[in-house]
């Protein structure tokens, strides 16, 4: 027997098909927004313009107020910020504002794998006052099959900002911002053998 319709079961059928249109609606922007950062990635020539156009699109969908990339220089195992948009950091200094100066990259790096920390482990790792967010995470960028750095965001009062889901999607636009970055460290050592071959040919005597 058919099951008699109630303003309460209709509420219920009402709120899933409300929940599976939002979802079907965030599956196709994030296809869109994953479509539209990777064109980017190969189509523009430099860091300074991929890197604040992957953050403006990751953050129409998901909300990155703080967000950062460090790569580790393998010779010295210092650690560079090339890219950094945060809350309270000056983005053209963010090694001297930013809480994170290298640990949180070389453990994500030593873990290898995606690493979520909430406020409580962050203070196990910065035992000294400093201000640290609600949640961190980061996502190892893996440049053939060695980490180079990390892809970080942060909230500062939200704990429950990011989850499995933004891991994932993170995860997956990590392998783009390897890609960008290999690409600008190609272009600069291509540079520099021009520059080299240049200063030899200008050094030779006229014939």
């Known amino acids: 027997m058919t099951a008699p319709?109630?303003?309460e079961n209709l509420e219920?059928?009402?709120a899933e098909l409300e929940t599976l249109t939002?979802?079907?609606t965030f599956s196709e922007q994030l296809t869109r927004t994953?479509?539209?950062i990777s064109d980017a990635v190969n189509t523009f020539p430099d860091l300074d313009r991929i890197l604040p156009f992957i953050h403006q699109a990751l953050d129409q969908i998901i909300g990155l107020p703080n967000c950062y990339i460090t790569v580790l220089n393998p010779e010295d195992g210092s650690v560079s910020i090339p890219f950094c948009v945060c809350e309270n950091v000056d983005?053209?200094?963010p090694g001297t504002e930013l809480f994170d100066t290298g640990e949180l990259t070389r453990l994500t790096l030593e873990q290898g794998r995606p690493v979520i920390l909430d406020q409580e482990d962050l203070k196990q790792i910065f035992p000294s006052p400093v201000p640290l967010p609600a949640v961190?995470?980061?996502i190892p960028l893996i440049q053939r099959e060695k980490p180079?750095?990390?892809f970080a965001v942060f909230?500062?009062?939200d704990p429950d900002a990011f989850g499995q889901k933004e891991m994932d999607i993170l995860s997956t636009v990590s392998h783009q911002v390897t890609l960008a970055i290999e690409r600008k460290q190609s272009f600069d050592e291509l540079s520099l053998v021009k520059n080299y071959l240049a200063n030899i040919i200008n050094a030779m005597p006229s014939i």
Do not use: E, Q, S
Request: charged content about 20%; glycine content about 4%; cysteine-free.
């Open 148 to 150: 180079i750095g990390t």
């Open 22 to 24: 939002r979802r079907k």
């Open 91 to 93: 983005p053209d200094n």
């Open 5 to 7: 319709v109630t303003i």
């Open 34 to 36: 994953l479509f539209h």
């Open 12 to 14: 219920m059928r009402i």
């Open 155 to 157: 909230h500062n009062t």
């Open 136 to 138: 961190w995470m980061a």
